[in-house]
């Protein structure tokens, strides 16, 4: 009758939680003490728990019970009970056998444990990946090499695009025009056996061939002279590991292989790609870089070296390594696309475009190898062609939002508004998760005065609350609009997502003031001009904001900088006469409204502040020409600013600023 907590205890193992699986593992053991996978399996657990000497002695025990045991139809059955029924005699014979191997097998137990520990992850599962903005992307499953004893074959999936979106709504925000398009990524590379080329799923991932699936199956292997096993044992066990993507078992397992036969150049390769689905990509390196001198004529084994280097930005190694696999296989497009994307992370354009050209003459059915095309075209500048290339790729691949949502963004580039906003609809309709589909349809609409703009800003946002560019954006909306408040509580949001964004500062700082709020204004003008201390439109509004709760002396500190900088800047001067005026320095701010005037002679507002202030110097005849001249350009209109003061001492006010 089977033991229960076998089953249990694997799927305890395989979603992290290694306690419980240590627990039912040990159920299994209590049940039937000579059960070889219940050892393996607890020892493996005790590894990833950091419980070292534990997992010599369940490996220690598992290696001695597969000396006393025989597999059957490729599973180990326990023997306790048939060891029962022999004699003492046969007991004490088998115990003094056992002890002559205990201390070999000890030694190979420990470097197992040993070696097992340094290279496999702790953690408990596999570790997160990036998020998939809209579905398209590379997959980061791995050439598989050809031998002549068996071929193996490894699926794939799919890996994120990584995105760049900027806001084009005002001056407030630095930014281009429009969205940018989704960064590319990698080719999904082929899996190729000895059998054939594999068949591709509905989802663009492989599956095995009928050889391959032949070899999977594969779970036993004749035991050495040491009741060890074989390296090929060990080889198909962490084969059957692997399939069932239980990638740190695979590890141990290949591990153990390559401990027995050091030139198992199987054992290399599926262990580099187990380690790379962990995400140990150096790991995987050296793994490949071992299974490259053993056979340095396996074209996958530089591919895929290729691929891992270009995930750790090591370009140049990349593109040599999709050299080298191209000079052994020189019909594979996926080897030039690959090498054709490296390329392009160099910015080595016109490179990537031969390679991605070569791909498609390979496999004109290449969808991706359109879509980087198209992608490379657009950092050229060749609009109309990447928009060609992205219409192919969603003919091949219809379904596409990524190619919809890029040539959404060209076409808002080129003019063609509708056209745009069509594709980005069609984008979110095939992916109603696609955040930058929705923020771009909404900057769309933004710039086009339509209301929905807003809707979208808010789906975005909720999509992916932690985007500090969405909230941005829509803190810009709602600032444009007039609805400060939000703008505020949006910014201040943003602020906690980019702390360094001088932008948000600045636009929080603006909304503050717009409410009134010169307090709060003055906090942000200030922590603005830390990060941009050059900035003179800062320390013009800080002004502002430092004469309307009367510090008029900081004030006129940050005009005199603004002055430095522009000195023909009237409004400045304007202020600046004013912020004088106040503190009493007749003379001085007299000279800033000579300054006004004299660079606009129909100023009505620099003409009443100069009269104002001849009035107190006791230049009655001038405060009259001045006065009169203003009232005269006044009914004329063109008065300029603000409510002006009279001689009575009412308040001035400056001209805002933006």
Avoid at 423 to 440: K, L, T, V
Wanted: net charge negative; charged share 30%; hydrophobic share 35%.
């Amino acid at each position: 009758m089977p033991v229960e907590p076998i089953p249990r205890g694997v799927a305890y193992e395989k979603v992290g939680r290694i306690d419980d699986a240590i627990v039912e593992f040990t159920k299994v053991l209590q049940i039937e003490p000579d059960h070889v996978n219940a050892a393996y399996s607890r020892a493996a657990c005790q590894n990833l728990r950091g419980e070292f000497e534990n997992a010599i002695d369940d490996y220690m025990r598992a290696l001695q019970l597969e000396q006393k045991q025989a597999p059957v139809n490729g599973i180990y059955t326990p023997t306790s009970s048939v060891r029962r029924q022999r004699s003492s005699k046969d007991l004490r014979e088998d115990e003094r056998e056992m002890d002559r191997d205990t201390e070999e097998i000890k030694t190979k137990a420990t470097l197992v444990a040993e070696e097992t520990s340094r290279i496999v992850e702790t953690n408990g599962g596999l570790p997160p990946g990036d998020r998939n903005v809209n579905g398209e992307g590379a997959q980061d499953g791995l050439q598989v090499p050809e031998r002549e004893e068996r071929p193996v074959f490894s699926s794939s999936k799919a890996t994120p695009a990584t995105v760049k979106v900027k806001l084009s709504l005002d001056t407030d925000v630095i930014a281009s025009s429009s969205s940018p398009g989704i960064e590319p990524v990698a080719t999904s590379p082929t899996l190729r056996s000895k059998g054939g080329p594999p068949t591709a799923d509905t989802h663009g991932t492989l599956t095995p061939t009928q050889e391959d699936r032949e070899v999977g199956e594969e779970t036993s292997a004749p035991v050495d002279e040491n009741g060890l096993g074989t390296p090929d044992k060990w080889y198909s066990r962490g084969l059957k590991s692997r399939r069932t993507e239980n990638y740190r078992a695979a590890i141990q397992e290949y591990t153990q292989a390559i401990l027995l036969d050091p030139g198992h150049f199987r054992a290399y390769f599926d262990r580099a790609f187990s380690f790379d689905k962990l995400g140990h990509t150096e790991k995987a390196v050296e793994d490949y870089s071992s299974a490259i001198q053993i056979n340095t004529t396996n074209a996958n084994s530089y591919y895929n070296r290729g691929i891992a280097y270009d995930k750790m930005q090591v370009y140049d190694k990349a593109v040599e390594d999709f050299t080298s696999a191209i000079g052994l296989d020189p019909t594979n497009a996926d080897f030039y696309h690959n090498r054709g994307f490296s390329c392009r992370k160099q910015g080595k354009y016109n490179l990537a475009l031969e390679d991605y050209m070569e791909a498609i003459k390979r496999n004109p059915k290449h969808s991706r190898a359109y879509y980087n095309r198209a992608f490379v075209l657009e950092r050229l500048g060749n609009f109309q062609e990447a928009i060609k290339d992205y219409t192919t790729a969603l003919e091949l691949e219809p379904r596409n939002a990524i190619a919809l949502h890029n040539r959404g963004v060209l076409y808002e580039r080129l003019g063609h508004i509708e056209m745009a906003s069509r594709d980005y609809s069609a984008a979110i309709i095939r992916d109603p998760e696609s955040a930058i589909s929705y923020h771009a349809r909404a900057i769309l609409n933004a710039n086009r005065g339509n209301a929905s703009a807003l809707n979208d800003f808010d789906i975005a946002v909720s999509i992916e609350p932690e985007n500090a560019l969405y909230v941005k954006s829509r803190a810009v909306y709602n600032k444009e609009k007039g609805n400060y408040e939000s703008a505020v509580e949006d910014y201040t949001r943003a602020l906690e997502l980019a702390p360094k964004d001088a932008q948000c500062v600045t636009n929080r700082a603006y909304s503050y003031r717009k409410l009134g709020k010169f307090d709060l204004a003055l906090e942000d003008y200030t922590r603005a001009i830390g990060l941009q201390p050059k900035n003179v439109g800062l320390r013009s509004n800080r002004a502002y904001c430092l004469a309307h709760v009367e510090n008029f002396a900081a004030a006129i500190d940050d005009y005199r900088f603004v002055l430095s900088a522009q000195p023909n800047n009237i409004r400045v001067y304007h202020n600046l006469g004013i912020a004088l005026e106040r503190e009493n320095k007749l003379e001085e701010a007299k000279m800033c409204f000579d300054k006004v005037i004299d660079m606009d002679p129909r100023n009505a507002s620099a003409f009443f502040m100069r009269g104002t202030i001849c009035d107190k110097l006791k230049l009655v005849e001038n405060a009259v020409q001045d006065y009169s001249r203003a009232l005269k350009l006044e009914k004329g209109g063109k008065y300029h600013g603000a409510s002006a003061a009279n001689s009575n001492g009412t308040k001035h006010k400056s001209i805002e600023t933006r």
